[in-house]
Structure formats: structure tokens, C-alpha cells
């Protein structure tokens, strides 16, 4: 009698408890996850400007404030002025400032003033023409004449350097002239390639046509 009663109590008791397989422990992180996923999206598009769905770049280009339109054989051309100027300052201590001084005003009676020269300030392809290829000659610099020779740079420079140190000079000191294009010097260049030895001072300069 006494197991037959154990075995119907045994049989009436319930299992022990388990961990549940209920899926309602899953979809509370999967809900946190996706309210997470569309509070950084709402908020991507709130803080971003010109958002939409199309391809390609939405930002809007712009024109850095330190280039400026320059000359290049007749059209608008941008070139960093500030990059090309530094540039042609190392050029300018390394090349010229032994004659033209650090200071541009050259050497009385020997090698004339860079600083508020004419020759500088004026035609941007004159003063590509005289660095390419030198000048041997009489020439007058505020006043003042010279017959001192200047060498070519044209096998020695390119015509990137060379427009670089140019505006390096025409806007060096108290100087206020354009910056010159690479493009401008490799059409001087190709213009007046069969141009052999420096310019015969200002009077064969004065004869060419520049502009």
C-alpha cells in the first residue's frame, strides 16, 4: 500500500521548473536596437544639410581665399597664389638675391632694384622673357642706367619656377603687381624660342610686342 502511494503521489507532483523558452526575452534588446538605429538616423537627417537619397557628392565647392584669377594666354585661370609665392621666394634667395638683394634694391651702379622697378610692374611677358633669357645691355631702373648682364634661366628653371619667382618679385617688397601662370611663361617660352642668347639691353626689349 505504501508504494502504491508514493508512486501516486510521485505521479500527481509537477516537474521541477526550467528556464523558459519564451521569445520575450529576445525582443527587448532587438527593440531597444532598432529604436536606437532610428534615433541616429533622425538625427543624421536633421543635422545635415541638402540630405537626399540621390547619388553622388551634396557638398558645394568653393573657391579658396587665397587664389586669384590670373592670365593664362587670354583666359581666367586660378592658381594659390600664396603656395606659388613661397615657392618663388626660395627660388629668389637661392637665385637672384645675391645681385637683386634681399630687399630688392639691388646694388647702386652694379645690379638694379627689383622694388618699384618699371620693368617689374609692367608686361607679365617682358618680365618672363627677360628671366628666360637674360639681358646683356644698357637698361635704365627708376632713373637710373645699368650694363650689368643677367644669365638665362631658361635651361635652368621650369616654367612653373619661373612663375614663381616672377610673382614672388612682383609682389615682393613694395611691389603690387599680378601674379604670373606657369601657362603665361611656357607660351613666352615656345614664342620666343628662337631667340638665341639675352635680350640687347631695353632697346631690343622695347621692340618686341608683349600684349
Not at 66 to 76: E, F, P, Q, R, Y
Not at 133 to 157: A, E, N
Not at 162 to 186: F, G, P
Request: with cysteine.
Amino acid at each position: 500500500m505504501t508504494d502504491q502511494f508514493n508512486e501516486d503521489k510521485l505521479a500527481k507532483e509537477k516537474s521541477d521548473p526550467i528556464e523558459s523558452s519564451s521569445y520575450r526575452f529576445v525582443k527587448v534588446p532587438v527593440i531597444l536596437l532598432s529604436m536606437l538605429i532610428g534615433f541616429g538616423v533622425t538625427f543624421l537627417i536633421l543635422r545635415t544639410p541638402n540630405t537626399n537619397m540621390t547619388p553622388g557628392d551634396s557638398r558645394t565647392s568653393s573657391t579658396p581665399n587665397n587664389t586669384v584669377a590670373v592670365a593664362k594666354t587670354g583666359d581666367a585661370h586660378e592658381m594659390d597664389v600664396a603656395a606659388l609665392t613661397e615657392k618663388g621666394k626660395r627660388i629668389f634667395t637661392t637665385t637672384c638675391q645675391a645681385c637683386h638683394q634681399a630687399t630688392g634694391s639691388g646694388i647702386p651702379g652694379a645690379f638694379p632694384p627689383l622694388d618699384g622697378s618699371e620693368w617689374v610692374a609692367g608686361s607679365p611677358k617682358q618680365m618672363a622673357a627677360i628671366v628666360l633669357h637674360g639681358i646683356q645691355g644698357d637698361i635704365t631702373v627708376k632713373g637710373q642706367k645699368f650694363s650689368s648682364s643677367m644669365p638665362t634661366f631658361k635651361d635652368q628653371l621650369s616654367s612653373e619656377d619661373i612663375a614663381a619667382v616672377t610673382t614672388y618679385v612682383r609682389q615682393a617688397w613694395s611691389n603690387k603687381a599680378s601674379a604670373i601662370s606657369a601657362d603665361l611663361v611656357e607660351s613666352v617660352r615656345t614664342s620666343t624660342q628662337s631667340h638665341n642668347g639675352p635680350w640687347a639691353g631695353e632697346a631690343e626689349l622695347k621692340k618686341q610686342t608683349w600684349n
